[in-house]
């Protein structure tokens, strides 16, 4: 059973970085795609994007210039970075597997921008 | 485009059957999955592919396709299916639906 970790600050100024990790416990780390998801408060789910094992990204194309996912290979983690952010990207954020039968997700970070 | 739809909220009696749809164009070539969610608590998959369960999913969800449309359907509702549900799909990218409330009567 996978299982997903995830830590990171959770509340920002305006204009700094939102930095979060994932670790992925259990399971095989390489041939999947490992999503960052985050979900405003009280509304719905948005995907951010996601990376691999090899380091192949695909991203939101509205968050696309200000997003960065990474990935640590030799520690099965993943990490993703907001630049800039403000009090639109309040949110939770999630880290999750997203593919057929593994629909694995962290428990969530809420992550508050406030001055 | 990449985008799914979904009615906002729908209603059904305790014991009742209910079916949650999905629209989107990426629907004709990819199959929608289905994730629960309940307050305070991060999705949970209940359907994936053609109409798989995960393991400790109730057989009361199921789902289909057809053309640009997924369902979800649930066969007898209970009090604990109350929720939002989402359907996701992958089309040149990840996309959700927008969320669908279920509220058992």
């Known amino acids: 059973q996978v299982q997903l970790q995830q830590w990171g600050a959770g509340l920002l100024k305006p204009s700094e970085t939102l930095s979060l990790t994932c670790a992925v416990y259990g399971g095989s780390f390489s041939g999947y795609y490992w999503s960052w998801i985050r979900q405003p408060p009280g509304k719905g789910l948005e995907w951010i994007g996601e990376?691999?094992?090899?380091?192949?990204?695909n991203y939101n194309p509205s968050l696309k210039s200000r997003v960065t996912i990474s990935v640590d290979t030799s520690k099965n983690q993943f990490s993703l970075k907001l630049s800039s952010v403000t009090a639109a990207d309040t949110a939770v954020y999630y880290c999750a597997l997203l593919e057929g039968a593994r629909g694995y997700w962290g428990q969530g970070t809420l992550v508050t921008v406030s001055s | 485009s990449s985008e799914l739809t979904q009615d906002p909220a729908v209603s059904v009696a305790l014991g009742q059957t209910v079916r949650i749809t999905c629209q989107g164009d990426s629907l004709r070539s990819y199959y929608a999955s289905w994730y629960q969610q309940k307050p305070g608590q991060a999705p949970v998959l209940v359907i994936y592919g053609k109409n798989n369960r995960p393991s400790g999913i109730p057989d009361r969800f199921s789902g289909s396709s057809s053309g640009n449309t997924a369902s979800l359907t649930i066969t007898g509702a209970q009090a604990e299916d109350e929720a939002d549900y989402y359907c996701n799909s992958r089309d040149i990218w990840v996309v959700f639906g927008g969320g669908t409330k279920l509220t058992v009567l």
């Open positions: 990376i691999n094992h090899s380091g192949s990204t």
